[in-house]
């Protein structure tokens, strides 16, 4: 079996790429905020270096995050969420982005609907 690292071909260490990326996930900043946050850490990259690792490795982090969580039990009292609902323009069309958040703030589901309602 031929596990290849999806690290390979990038200069960087893949520590600052993931750094960079959850940075940028977990944290309500902008590319050129985390551009600057990890300037000041003496990591010298692009806004549109830590966009494009977001895009590529995104996915396969939060993967990782998801199956490594630990869900409480049902009756656990502590455990809240709530949807969030907000309105984005896509192409000049108003969507609506509806968002699953746990009582820690980590986006648990999204997903955007032309429509308010499913009728």
């Known amino acids: 079996m031929n596990n290849k690292s999806p690290f390979r071909y990038f200069k960087t260490s893949p520590e600052i790429i993931r750094l960079a990326v959850m940075m940028y996930v977990r944290f309500p900043i902008s590319l050129r ?10 990591i010298d990259i692009c806004h549109e270096t830590v966009r494009y690792w977001w895009n590529k490795f995104g996915p396969m982090f939060s993967g990782e995050i998801r199956k490594n969580r ?29 968002r699953a958040v746990d009582h820690e703030g980590e986006v648990l589901e999204a997903f955007v609907s032309k429509r308010r309602n499913r009728k």
């Open 70 to 98: 630990t869900y409480p039990s049902q009756n656990y009292s502590k455990w809240k969420w709530h949807l969030d609902e907000v309105f984005v323009k896509i192409n000049g069309e108003t969507h609506y982005l509806w």
């Open 33 to 42: 905020n985390a551009e600057d946050l990890l300037h000041e850490r003496g």
